[in-house]
T-cell receptor, first 112, second 113 residues
Framework: DTAVSQTPKYLVTQMGNDKSIKCEQN?????MYWYKQDSKKFLKIMFS???????INETVPNRFSPKSPDKAHLNLHINSLELGDSAVYFC???????????FGPGTRLLVL | GNSVTQMEGPVTLSEEAFLTINCTYT??????LFWYVQYPGEGLQLLLK?????DKGSNKGFEATYRKETTSFHLEKGSVQVSDSAVYFC????????????FGKGTLLTVNP
């Protein structure tokens, strides 16, 4: 069984569109994250939720809006997509106060 | 702020060669340290970790020792295999109320038969 899953795996869309990426974890963790990996493989955190509460919000354009309907889900909605949003987006989860984060397989977003 | 610096790649080795990927960190506290591996087209997998000074993390023949005096966490493997070809990321987590992982830029390892 997949521990952290993301949908879709691939997303190709036009500039200006709005899209969502979904993440689910079945590990019973209460902290979830979104990371962005650019074309040079550099990974940077975007958001983190703990018990459905936003606890990390890095310098991310407000076109990106995370939503956590419950502890097992963290979705990422992106408005008015731009070329520079093309990247791989990884979801991760961990148990509060534990150190290890478990990553999903990634969503490869290409904005044309 | 916290940061992680790891050696730039790419690194190309022959099978059975010895591997070292250097990683150093800066942190205000005492972070936990991690190595993650990303195989081609896949997500990140935790390879090993160490949570305090002098701890050694090990997995699949890889090892790294948390050195507080040199603020380092170098990854080593005595004999690499073709299947070890991947991107390796060093990371730290300073804990407390800040749960985020700070990653190094990644090192691409290619092992040739």
């Amino acid at each position: 069984d997949t521990a952290v899953s993301q949908t879709p795996k691939y997303l190709v869309t036009q500039m200006g569109n709005d899209k969502s990426i979904k993440c689910e974890q079945n590990l019973g963790h209460d902290t979830m994250y979104w990371y962005k990996q650019d074309s040079k493989k550099f990974l940077k955190i975007m958001f983190s939720y703990n018990n459905k509460e936003l606890i990390i919000n890095e310098t991310v354009p407000n076109r990106f809006s995370p939503k956590s309907p419950d502890k097992a889900h963290l979705n990422l909605h992106i408005n008015s997509l731009e070329l520079g949003d093309s990247a791989v987006y990884f979801c991760a989860s961990s148990q509060e106060r534990a150190q290890t984060q478990y990553f999903g397989p990634g969503t490869r977003l290409l904005v044309l | 702020g916290n940061s992680v610096t790891q050696m730039e790649g790419p690194v190309t080795l022959s099978e059975e060669a010895f591997l070292t990927i250097n990683c150093t960190y800066t942190a205000t506290g005492y972070p936990s340290l991690f190595w993650y591996v990303q195989y081609p087209g896949e997500g990140l997998q935790l390879l090993l970790k160490a949570t305090k000074a002098d701890d050694k993390g090990s997995n699949k023949g890889f090892e790294a020792t948390y050195r507080k005096e040199t603020t380092s966490f170098h990854l080593e493997k005595g004999s690499v295999q073709v299947s070890d070809s991947a991107v390796y990321f060093c990371a730290q987590n300073s804990g407390g109320s800040n749960y985020k992982l700070t990653f190094g830029k990644g090192t691409l390892l290619t092992v040739n038969p």
